[in-house]
């Protein structure tokens, strides 16, 4: 059983940067691999980025070069380092322990509660 909780989210002006954190419960890192989604009011949750078992980072085209998925063994977490927010990139956002395979990301059973993210001037 693997527990996630995110943080780090609020409101920011578009331009302005925030960095998501997913603390898990238990060990993640070489087990699992990890997904940041979103959900912006009316639409489906989208894959943003995740990153392999191994580390290796995938994002989605509507972030790339914007955002930035890492994540720190000894802390157990996962971290969205957002970078030139801009007004659609309002959601809410969760992380999720998921598998790689067959060339991309299947998210698992385990979710966080979710963080609010508010880009606004």
């Known amino acids: 059983q693997v527990q996630l909780v995110e943080s780090g989210g609020g409101l920011v002006q578009p331009g302005g940067s925030l960095r998501l954190s997913c603390a898990a419960s238990?060990?993640?890192?070489?087990?699992?691999?990890m997904g940041w989604y979103r959900q912006a009011p009316g639409k489906q949750r989208e894959l943003v980025a995740f990153i392999t078992s191994g580390g290796r980072p995938n994002y989605a085209d509507s972030v790339k070069g914007r955002f930035t998925i890492s994540g720190e063994n000894a802390k157990n977490t996962v971290y969205l380092q957002m970078n030139s927010l801009k007004p659609e990139d309002t959601a809410v956002y969760y992380c999720?322990?998921?598998?790689?395979?067959?060339?991309?990301?299947?998210?698992?059973?385990?979710w966080g509660q979710g963080t609010q993210v508010t880009v606004s001037s």
């Open positions: 999720n322990a998921g598998s790689y395979y067959s060339g991309g990301y299947h998210p698992g059973d385990y």
């Open positions: 238990g060990s993640i890192f070489g087990i699992y691999a």
